[in-house]
């Protein structure tokens, strides 16, 4: 085994105890950490560049929502540092991106692939941090994933501008002082499709949920239940499932002898579309149930799922953070420089990636530092408009965006391979707003913001 | 020294010269320059070198010794990781209670899985032990989210009991106060070192932990498991019951496993439960193969060069590829980017996929047997021993092909 040792044990003694010497003595005395001089924070930028850490699935379940996020980060560096046409820079509120990077330093970018697992994702995060000096690391498609990195940054003392994140929990009981949440959450789902649904399906409705069986599951179908009983209907029953089923005709079937007539899929992704497609091959929808038309709600919409469900999501209600037909201004730019770049429209997850990165750029340039307390201040309690989603508000209390939600149904008769859903409904901001100390946001505490040193 | 021979004393010093100078070994190329890419020198990767080190050189007591080929090793690392947080939550962030209580559970817990498992042996243990693992890992995901919570992963929060915290304790995984997030960077020309608490930390008790793994293949219990290996009957018809031994080197390679998951949450407060899931079972039997299994330093080899190709290789991106190739002409530029684009990124597994292939296929004893054929070939030794052995008379004849 160690015959090739041997050969120059002498050599290997005398250098090895040598080295292991001087490695064990080195003094302790050198800077801690990454700290630049005068610049009191983690990471502080050097040169001429500052480098920000794109996080995202490039492989496992959710890597088709990954792969989107990235070309919209790589779109909106693009457009910080003034190559394409500078898409929303011109449309957005806040004026003080001119093009020329942040800080009049050049953005440049590390991605790393998350996996979808919060070990993989920690990891890759770390590695932004420690190896490459990432001042901010965004991304996300999965809650947990999310959260286990924020918890991260806030450890390490660096921001985290959170993607597709949709569960209660990001910025409720898991919320954090270094991180910050763009996309909705399941409790403004529910606030947002009830009414609809109302209108839709009258008040005397019997719902059977099934639940994807972890964190976001849960919390979206406890939102949906509370926000559908209010307006007078009845849950029959939540049977969970595990995140890792193809096959939910076993599911299913009970559906049918339970006596509801609704069927909400708290599924996302790949679930979904598994789960859709054999509940309407299972001819649910063809049903009558107690005099009414059985009906199937998907709660949480995405392009990717829509495309994947095919024909079956026809006429079925969701909600969505943002959609690319929007009319105004700000989608309307962004959708042509995504467009024209990639060759597709962008999905509702490369929408809020890409305004997390002009958010946390432009709170760099409000507060004049990339020290993430400087960041804090400048993006709570944060008023802005022209990113696609009306006029929203950076709420100080949990970080949380609150704006406009959209419902939306499968389209009865797409035009084309991309315009799968239509808008059904804009729900004011008013309506889907909460407090900080709802209960299903307690329990958490943002702490305070950590610059890391 | 420390009651090894003479060879095996080099070889443990040049161990522990290696895991010390790990910072400076790593670091092979200037801050700045293209290739900094491939420096692998950062606190974060150098610990899981280590850490995925001590969980292969454990498996491999039980997978290179015994050749019992568990797939469900993950679930100890989990324990390990779970116990750990657990302390942090309830005591406060010292890393030591912690650690100790997850060798304690992984290895009760290594004990009544491999009681059971142990009754049947060859692929049948292998998916007896998946199953347990795969059940810990559902466990964990979905039903007793009270105690781990579930996807999200356990972590602390600020209003945890933490009994033992005091007013100026580090509010983060720390030794006796000597917190584990902190580095020394030390730069030297264009080379930049961090030598970090927490990578040292890991490493000390890395050599330790190979020490002990080093004793027992030299032990007479190591003659044994390896007497199990080459042959069972033969060893019960010698009236030896060899499953105390197999149980016993299956609950020492269980708590290696606890003390690993228990180091990932010391260096990084959370667990999560797909630590436990069965891919992270297969990585350990990666590591092992790519690395040799049943050598001594192969496993850490396998460990380091698995966890290299998944943090370095997936952050490779094309952007990067146009700038190492931006002095070729345009068309050639182009023409590489698309040639490398499958293998780095998103590719990094396949890139593993293929070396370990070729591993597999042309050095049979993994990454060790390379490294040896390497030395011969420098030193002009050939490959096969040339004395002949010892009296031939009563070694088998080669078999030939066809009975």
Known sequence: MSKKFILNRRSVLKYGSAGAVTALATPYFFTRGALAEGENYLNAPKGDTVTFGFNVPQTGPYADEGADELDAYKLAVDHLNGEGDGGCLSTFSSKVLKGNGVLGKKVAYVTGDTQTKSDAARASAK????????????????????????????????????????????????????????????????????????????????????????????????????????????????????????????????????????????????????????????????????????????????????????????????????????????????????????????????????????????????????????????????????LGNGPTHYRAADHQCFKDVLVVKGKEEPSSQYDTLEVVEVTPRAQVEYAPDNEMFAGGDLGKCNPGA | MLGLSKKDTFFFLFVVFLTMATPIILQPFPEGSALAQFNAGYPDLMQRFAIYGIFAIGFNILFGLTGYLSFGHAAFLGVGSYSVVWMYKLLNYNVVPGLVLAIITSGLFALLIGYISLRRSGIYFSILTLAFAQMSFNLAYSVLTPLTNGETGLQVYNDDPQILLGANHPLGPHFFGIVMQDSAKINVGGWQWTFNNGYYFCAIIAVIAFYLSLRIFRSPFGTMLRAIKTNQTRMNYTGLNPRPYTLAAFVISGMYAGLAGGLLAAMDPLAGAERMQWTASGEVVLMTILGGAGTLMGPVLGAGFIKYFENIFSKINDGILHHWFSALPDGVEEFLVFIFHPFIGKGWSLTLGLLFMLVVIFLPGGLIEGGRRLGNLFTGKSRKPTTPAKDPEHHPKPAPHVA
């Open chain 1, 127 to 386: 590695s932004m941090i420690e190896k490459d000096g990432a001042v901010m690391i965004t991304g996300g498609s999965s809650s947990g994933v999310a959260v286990a990195v924020q918890g991260l940054c806030q450890e390490a003392g660096v921001i985290f501008m959170a993607a597709l994140t949709h569960s209660n929990d990001t910025t409720g009981k898991d919320k954090k002082a270094n991180g910050f949440r763009h996309f909705f959450n399941a409790y403004m789902s529910g606030a947002a499709l009830a009414p609809v649904l109302e209108k839709a399906y009258g008040k005397d409705r019997r719902a059977y949920h099934l639940t994807a069986d972890y964190t976001w599951g849960w919390t979206q179908q406890a939102s949906i239940q509370k926000f559908t009983e209010e307006i007078g209907w009845e849950t029959v029953n939540n049977v969970l499932t595990p995140l890792a089923a193809t096959d939910f005709s076993s599911y299913i079937a009970p559906v049918l002898n339970s006596g509801a007539d609704v069927l909400v899929l708290n599924h996302y992704g790949g679930n979904m579309v598994n789960s859709l497609t054999q509940a309407v091959q299972f001819g649910l929808r063809d049903k009558m149930v107690n005099g009414k038309q059985f009906e199937i709600i998907v709660p949480l919409y995405s392009e990717l799922m829509a495309k994947g469900a095919g024909d079956n999501i026809k006429g079925v209600y969701g909600s969505m953070n943002w959609n690319w037909t929007l009319p105004d201004e700000g989608t309307k730019v962004f959708v042509k420089s995504f467009g024209e770049k990639y060759g597709r429209p962008p999905s509702n997850a490369a929408q809020t990636a890409y305004a997390q990165t002009l958010l946390y750029a432009d709170a760099a340039e409000r507060a004049g530092t990339f020290n993430p307390c400087g960041i804090v201040g400048a993006l709570e309690g944060f008023d802005f408009d022209g």
